[in-house]
């Protein structure tokens, strides 16, 4: 709110650079013209040069002489018109000009922001995210300096690598990350999970691109445990690469049909799959009976409903307004995010998933 | 929210151009003085909006706020605080924030003279610049936002470009930008006096200042550019004829042009149209500078940005202006007046030379920059023209420019007489000849150019300072009274001559580079490298962590002559966060020559790749450029008129020369 104001105020204040000058009073003054002024400066100033000795008595005069000849033919050409200040034109003139200020500046420049901007963080306290995030930043700095003095004397120890390379995935040092899980896999007992998140600093260390040693790390998490849903699922990434939709749609269906429900990775499948443009079978149901847009509406307004009347997690608010969003109906989506936050008002935690999920759909006008 | 709020300061800056373009410009049409007088206030008001949004983006770096993706991508928590400041323009887009800031900045100070300028040229000029202002908030607000957020935030940032940590880089590109937009302001003047379809008489007197300030700065900018380049690049140039350089050195070529015909018009009321170009010429060549720095169409050091959208935007921003402007010149230079005659064989002939010398120099740039882009673009064959292209075609053009120099210094006003010129100038002249003999005789077997180039120097040096001697003393003068006259001289004259010196010590300093020694060896410690009269031993080497590096110096004793000078550090560095690895060059002064050093790789054996070379002389070229600058400002302080008294004509008495 604060900020808020702060903005109107500012905005007040870039209107009245405009309009303070636009409400003065002028005297209908002829403006001296310029030119003749400025050689009677000269012939002036020749007269203080010929007095210092910078110039010859011959040469001031004959510099002088110039400046008089150019001093009368100004004189002679001066036709300039006289300040147009009042009348009912310059009224005219002045109300126009100001309403030019007063519409062009607040809305040029709310459009702007509105559009580059990011409003939606204006709300937040000053500091709110930045204070523990920089006291956690510096901390988390000097444990990533200590591990990395361990690490260096004891380069073999393949557990701390292990447990540094995702700090380095998160501070965005990618390619730190990569060599990390290298010496974690090097010198620890073979395991899938490492073999894939090892796949997965691969991959973003090549900006989403799956390479062959990528590729390769993510069949070995397979080849040890066969259910690995993080390497399946890159590999099923790899195969769209490779031009291999219907390759990519097996694994992920076979992935969707033998994973829990609740599993966290089941809705980042699903949107796969719905990007690959194939039917999304029911988690661990297998042979569900495809699913039209008649009936996933359906589904939203009973989902809707069952929260409406008996209330429900953060998650399941942030699937409707997923789903509304999904659905191309914005203003419920909207509408869902504002029921959800009245609904967890007193669950900060779920607060801040919806708020996640509502900058992830761009519903800009449901903040709070 | 305090970025937030500087970044709605910049959108409400871009409001108030708006305004301060449409307003103002309508109020000359009307000649209506209250619409006329939006101009200054508004023109305050931008550079406030944009000194906020400046000072936030500031913030966020001193307080590491990793939010902001500007942030994130160019700094470090770990960071020394001064990089983390300089930070704030180490990157395309806070570079074009302080582009804008100086823009805005110098609108400001336009606003506030109000008594110097005219209302109607100031108000023109004002909505000029706030058109440039509105184009460049555009781009910057458009696809160079430097308040685009990340949530959630980063939890650190990928640090700053380890070449630009550096206290080059701080001051750098400032002056640089001064220049550049100083420029701008003589390109609004020059668009307004074509707007309005007049030029005052005042309206040199009025766009010198800025012109010589901006040209001052822009040299200042060069030089420090050219330094940092000679230091931490590790290759021992000073210059290298890369297209950044160019594109600085063609707007400086120009600038120097427009200096001069400044003052032709100032003086004496010719040459009105063509300074009137060479002000659209120059702010061009600018903004030319701008595209091809940060659009990424060349690739090097400089080239933070290779993004094709913002090569097309400054393209069309460059397309606008230069078109825009090239355009009214045609249609309304027509109609202004021209201004006085003068003899081919006077001070205006000889600026006009310079003019042309430095126009022509200043194409052979252009010409060498852009035709390897155009061939490229146009057959896809990637050609490279380097030194040797503009060895051939650049110092022809200047080396006669630079030898008539002294000639036109000395020529009268109006009419001048050449032999009575060259005879005032006999003793300097011989004196330079004698000193290019011995010096020859001296280094007998060595490179010819060294010599001859020296020789050209001092003989602008001394014919700087024969300019001075001859106006204060003459033969029978007492020195008392000839240094009361020198020091009574206006300070325009004090200026020139020192600027015109300081070109010559610039020349001293670049001939001197040919007389430079290399030598490259692979050293184990104890070991010694000679390079001509030089010798170092490699002492040790010692492996240092500090916050965001880690680097191996090698300390080096040098010698010269077998008599121990002291001691040179030089770096090989390795910016953790970045992974690249940078040289830091060490260098030990020798009067104004240098020992340069700097290490390579480290071999199998032990032994470490050491480049050592002496370079004589070397400082004098930045300190040249220095004096040039200083000769600028001391010229720059003379708020008086400049007074061109004309040579009177010798068949008719003075009074009655109807010279009009």
């Given at each position: 709110?604060?900020?808020?104001?702060?903005?109107l105020?500012?905005?007040?204040?870039?209107?009245?650079?405009?309009?303070?000058?636009?409400s003065?009073?002028?005297?209908?003054?002829?403006?001296?013209?310029?030119?003749?002024?400025?050689?009677?400066?000269?012939?002036?100033?020749?007269?203080?040069?010929?007095?210092?000795?910078?110039?010859?008595?011959?040469?001031?005069?004959?510099a002088?002489?110039?400046?008089?000849?150019?001093?009368?033919?100004a004189?002679?050409?001066?036709?300039?018109?006289?300040?147009?200040?009042v009348?009912?034109?310059?009224?005219?003139?002045?109300?126009?000009?100001?309403?030019?200020?007063?519409?062009?500046?607040?809305?040029?420049?709310?459009?702007?922001?509105?559009?580059?901007?990011?409003?939606?963080?204006?709300?937040?306290?000053?500091?709110?995210?930045?204070?523990?995030?920089?006291?956690?930043?510096?901390?988390?700095?000097?444990?990533?300096?200590?591990?990395?003095?361990?690490?260096?004397?004891?380069?073999?120890?393949?557990?701390?690598?292990?447990?540094i390379?995702?700090?380095?995935?998160?501070?965005?040092?990618?390619?730190?990350?990569?060599?990390?899980?290298?010496?974690?896999?090097?010198?620890q007992?073979?395991?899938?999970v490492?073999?894939?998140?090892y796949?997965?600093?691969?991959?973003?260390?090549?900006?989403?691109?799956?390479?062959?040693?990528a590729?390769?790390?993510?069949?070995?998490?397979?080849?040890?445990?066969?259910?690995?849903?993080?390497?399946?699922?890159?590999?099923?990434?790899?195969?769209?690469?490779?031009?291999?939709?219907?390759?990519?749609?097996?694994?992920?269906?076979?992935?969707?049909a033998?994973?829990?429900?609740?599993?966290?990775?089941?809705?980042?499948?699903?949107?796969?799959?719905?990007?690959?443009?194939?039917?999304?079978?029911?988690?661990?149901?297998?042979?569900?009976?495809?699913?039209?847009?008649?009936?996933?509406?359906?589904?939203?307004?009973?989902?809707?409903?069952?929260?409406?009347?008996?209330?429900?997690?953060?998650?399941?608010?942030?699937?409707?307004?997923r789903?509304?969003?999904?659905?191309?109906?914005?203003?419920?989506?909207?509408?869902?995010?504002?029921?959800?936050?009245?609904?967890?008002?007193q669950d900060?935690?779920?607060l801040?998933t919806?708020?996640?999920?509502?900058?992830?759909?761009?519903?800009?006008?449901?903040?709070? | 929210?305090?970025?937030?709020?500087?970044?709605?300061?910049?959108?409400?800056?871009?409001?108030?151009?708006?305004?301060?373009?449409?307003?103002?410009?309508?109020?000359?049409?009307?000649?209506?003085?209250v619409?006329?007088?939006?101009?200054?206030?508004?023109?305050?008001?931008?550079?406030?909006?944009?000194?906020?949004?400046?000072?936030?983006?500031?913030?966020?770096?001193?307080?590491?706020?990793?939010?902001?993706?500007n942030?994130?991508?160019?700094?470090?928590?770990?960071?020394?605080?001064?990089y983390?400041?300089s930070?704030?323009?180490?990157?395309?887009?806070?570079?074009?924030?302080?582009?804008?800031?100086?823009?805005?900045?110098?609108?400001?100070?336009?606003?506030i003279?109000?008594?110097?300028?005219?209302?109607?040229?100031?108000?023109?000029?004002?909505a000029?610049?706030?058109?440039?202002?509105?184009?460049?908030?555009?781009?910057?607000l458009?696809?160079?936002?430097p308040?685009?957020?990340?949530?959630?935030?980063?939890l650190?940032?990928?640090?700053?470009?380890?070449?630009?940590?550096?206290?080059?880089?701080?001051?750098?590109?400032?002056?640089?930008?001064?220049?550049?937009?100083?420029?701008?302001?003589?390109?609004?003047?020059?668009?307004?006096?074509?707007?309005?379809g007049?030029?005052?008489?005042?309206?040199?007197?009025?766009?010198?200042?800025?012109?010589?300030?901006?040209?001052?700065?822009?040299?200042?900018?060069?030089?420090?550019?050219?330094?940092?380049a000679?230091?931490?690049?590790?290759?021992?140039?000073?210059?290298?004829?890369?297209?950044?350089?160019?594109a600085?050195?063609?707007?400086?070529?120009?600038?120097?042009?427009l200096?001069?015909?400044?003052?032709?018009?100032?003086?004496?009321?010719?040459?009105?149209?063509?300074?009137?170009?060479?002000?659209?010429?120059?702010?061009?060549?600018?903004?030319?500078?701008?595209?091809?720095?940060?659009?990424?169409?060349?690739t090097?050091?400089?080239?933070?940005?290779?993004?094709?959208?913002?090569?097309?935007?400054?393209?069309?921003?460059?397309?606008?202006?230069?078109?825009?402007?090239?355009?009214?010149?045609?249609?309304?230079?027509?109609?202004l007046?021209?201004?006085?005659?003068?003899?081919?064989?006077?001070?205006?002939?000889?600026?006009?030379?310079?003019?042309?010398?430095?126009?022509?120099?200043?194409?052979?740039?252009?010409?060498?920059?852009?035709?390897?882009?155009?061939?490229?673009?146009?057959?896809?064959?990637?050609i490279?023209?380097?030194?040797?292209?503009?060895?051939?075609?650049?110092?022809?053009?200047?080396?006669?420019?630079?030898?008539?120099?002294?000639?036109?210094?000395?020529?009268?006003?109006?009419?001048?007489?050449?032999?009575?010129?060259?005879?005032?100038?006999?003793?300097?002249f011989?004196i330079?000849?004698?000193?290019?003999?011995?010096?020859?005789?001296?280094?007998?077997?060595?490179?010819?150019?060294?010599?001859?180039?020296?020789?050209?120097?001092?003989?602008?040096?001394l014919?700087?300072?024969?300019?001075?001697?001859?106006?204060?003393?003459?033969?029978?003068?007492?020195?008392?009274?000839?240094?009361?006259?020198?020091r009574?001289?206006?300070?325009?004259?004090?200026?020139?001559?020192?600027?015109?010196?300081?070109?010559?010590?610039?020349?001293?300093?670049?001939?001197?580079?040919?007389?430079?020694?290399?030598?490259?060896?692979?050293?184990?410690?104890?070991?010694?490298?000679?390079?001509?009269?030089?010798?170092?031993?490699?002492?040790?080497?010692?492996?240092?962590?500090?916050?965001?590096?880690?680097?191996?110096?090698?300390?080096?004793?040098?010698?010269?002559?077998?008599r121990?000078?002291?001691?040179?550090?030089?770096?090989?560095?390795?910016?953790v966060?970045?992974?690249?690895?940078?040289?830091?060059?060490?260098?030990?002064?020798?009067?104004?020559?240098?020992?340069?050093?700097?290490?390579?790789?480290?071999?199998?054996?032990?032994?470490?790749?050491?480049?050592?070379?002496?370079?004589?002389?070397?400082?004098?070229?930045?300190?040249g450029?220095?004096?040039?600058?200083?000769?600028?400002?001391?010229?720059l302080?003379?708020?008086?008129?400049r007074?061109?008294?004309?040579?009177?004509?010798?068949?008719?008495?003075p009074?009655?020369?109807p010279?009009e």
């Amino acid at each position: 709110m604060v900020i808020w104001i702060i903005l109107l105020a500012m905005t007040a204040a870039a209107v009245m650079a405009v309009l303070w000058p636009l409400s003065r009073h002028y005297a209908v003054a002829r403006q001296a013209d310029p030119d003749t002024q400025f050689y009677r400066e000269q012939i002036a100033e020749i007269e203080r040069d010929l007095a210092r000795g910078v110039l010859l008595a011959n040469e001031a005069e004959a510099a002088k002489a110039e400046a008089g000849r150019r001093l009368l033919r100004a004189t002679g050409l001066q036709a300039e018109e006289a300040f147009a200040a009042v009348g009912e034109p310059a009224l005219r003139r002045r109300r126009a000009a100001s309403t030019l200020a007063l519409s062009i500046i607040p809305l040029l420049a709310l459009a702007t922001y509105e559009i580059y901007g990011s409003p939606q963080l204006l709300s937040e306290p000053p500091g709110a995210r930045m204070q523990p995030q920089q006291a956690g930043g510096s901390n988390l700095l000097g444990a990533v300096v200590e591990i990395e003095a361990h690490l260096a004397k004891n380069p073999q120890d393949g557990r701390g690598w292990e447990v540094i390379a995702p700090v380095y995935l998160r501070m965005g040092r990618i390619e730190d990350a990569v060599k990390a899980y290298e010496s974690a896999i090097r010198y620890q007992a073979p395991d899938a999970v490492r073999f894939a998140n090892y796949g997965e600093a691969l991959v973003l260390a090549k900006d989403g691109l799956i390479s062959a040693e990528a590729q390769t790390a993510f069949e070995q998490a397979v080849k040890l445990d066969p259910s690995a849903p993080k390497a399946q699922f890159y590999l099923a990434r790899a195969a769209v690469q490779d031009g291999q939709t219907d390759k990519a749609k097996t694994i992920l269906q076979d992935l969707l049909a033998s994973s829990p429900a609740d599993a966290p990775w089941v809705d980042a499948v699903r949107q796969e799959l719905a990007a690959l443009g194939a039917p999304q079978p029911e988690a661990a149901t297998a042979g569900a009976p495809q699913i039209g847009p008649e009936a996933i509406a359906g589904m939203v307004a009973g989902l809707a409903s069952r929260l409406e009347a008996q209330g429900g997690s953060a998650e399941e608010w942030a699937r409707l307004m997923r789903s509304y969003a999904v659905l191309g109906q914005r203003d419920k989506a909207s509408d869902a995010a504002k029921r959800a936050r009245e609904a967890l008002a007193q669950d900060a935690q779920g607060l801040k998933t919806i708020d996640t999920m509502a900058q992830e759909l761009k519903l800009t006008d449901a903040q709070p | 929210m305090l970025v937030e709020a500087g970044h709605f300061a910049l959108a409400l800056a871009l409001g108030l151009s708006l305004i301060q373009f449409l307003v103002p410009l309508w109020g000359a049409r009307a000649n209506d003085p209250v619409l006329m007088a939006v101009a200054p206030t508004t023109a305050v008001a931008v550079f406030a909006c944009i000194a906020f949004s400046f000072l936030a983006l500031t913030f966020a770096y001193l307080n590491s706020d990793f939010s902001v993706l500007n942030v994130v991508q160019n700094s470090h928590s770990a960071k020394p605080l001064i990089y983390k400041i300089s930070g704030v323009w180490g990157n395309h887009e806070g570079s074009m924030l302080l582009w804008v800031l100086i823009l805005a900045l110098f609108g400001a100070v336009v606003a506030i003279s109000r008594n110097s300028i005219p209302m109607r040229l100031q108000a023109n000029t004002l909505a000029v610049q706030a058109a440039v202002t509105i184009a460049f908030l555009l781009f910057i607000l458009t696809t160079s936002n430097p308040f685009t957020r990340v949530v959630p935030a980063a939890l650190e940032g990928q640090d700053l470009n380890p070449l630009l940590q550096d206290p080059g880089l701080a001051i750098h590109p400032p002056l640089l930008y001064i220049g550049y937009v100083g420029f701008s302001i003589s390109f609004a003047f020059a668009c307004a006096a074509l707007i309005d379809g007049r030029i005052d008489a005042v309206w040199a007197r009025i766009v010198r200042p800025w012109t010589l300030g901006a040209w001052a700065f822009l040299t200042l900018g060069i030089a420090m550019g050219s330094y940092w380049a000679y230091y931490e690049l590790g290759w021992g140039g000073w210059w290298f004829w890369d297209p950044v350089e160019n594109a600085s050195l063609m707007p400086w070529l120009a600038g120097t042009a427009l200096v001069h015909s400044t003052v032709v018009m100032e003086k004496r009321d010719a040459l009105k149209v063509w300074t009137i170009l060479l002000a659209i010429l120059t702010f061009s060549l600018s903004l030319l500078g701008t595209f091809l720095v940060r659009s990424g169409v060349l690739t090097s050091v400089h080239s933070f940005a290779v993004d094709p959208e913002r090569g097309t935007f400054i393209l069309g921003i460059l397309i606008l202006f230069v078109g825009g402007s090239l355009a009214l010149f045609a249609w309304r230079a027509p109609m202004l007046k021209q201004g006085g005659l003068f003899a081919p064989v006077s001070r205006e002939g000889a600026l006009v030379v310079n003019n042309l010398f430095l126009a022509t120099a200043c194409a052979t740039v252009f010409i060498g920059t852009l035709y390897p882009l155009a061939l490229e673009v146009l057959t896809g064959e990637k050609i490279s023209v380097g030194a040797p292209f503009f060895n051939f075609t650049f110092l022809p053009l200047i080396v006669p420019l630079l030898l008539l120099l002294p000639l036109g210094q000395t020529l009268a006003w109006k009419r001048g007489n050449f032999l009575g010129t060259a005879q005032r100038l006999y003793a300097v002249f011989g004196i330079s000849l004698l000193a290019t003999m011995v010096m020859f005789a001296f280094t007998y077997g060595g490179p010819v150019a060294a010599p001859l180039g020296i020789g050209l120097g001092l003989y602008l040096v001394l014919g700087s300072l024969n300019e001075i001697v001859s106006r204060a003393w003459s033969k029978g003068t007492p020195l008392a009274v000839a240094w009361r006259k020198a020091r009574g001289l206006p300070r325009s004259a004090w200026g020139t001559a020192i600027a015109h010196a300081g070109v010559g010590l610039t020349v001293i300093g670049i001939a001197a580079t040919a007389w430079g020694i290399e030598a490259i060896g692979s050293l184990k410690v104890g070991e010694r490298l000679k390079g001509g009269d030089y010798e170092v031993r490699l002492e040790r080497v010692i492996p240092r962590v500090e916050a965001n590096y880690r680097e191996e110096a090698a300390v080096l004793t040098v010698f010269g002559n077998g008599r121990e000078l002291g001691t040179l550090e030089t770096m090989k560095r390795l910016y953790v966060t970045r992974g690249m690895p940078t040289t830091e060059a060490g260098i030990l002064t020798i009067g104004l020559g240098q020992v340069y050093a700097s290490i390579g790789d480290a071999q199998p054996d032990g032994s470490i790749g050491v480049r050592l070379y002496h370079k004589p002389l070397v400082l004098l070229i930045w300190i040249g450029s220095l004096v040039m600058a200083i000769g600028g400002g001391i010229s720059l302080t003379d708020r008086r008129l400049r007074i061109g008294a004309p040579a009177p004509a010798k068949t008719m008495p003075p009074n009655a020369v109807p010279a009009e």
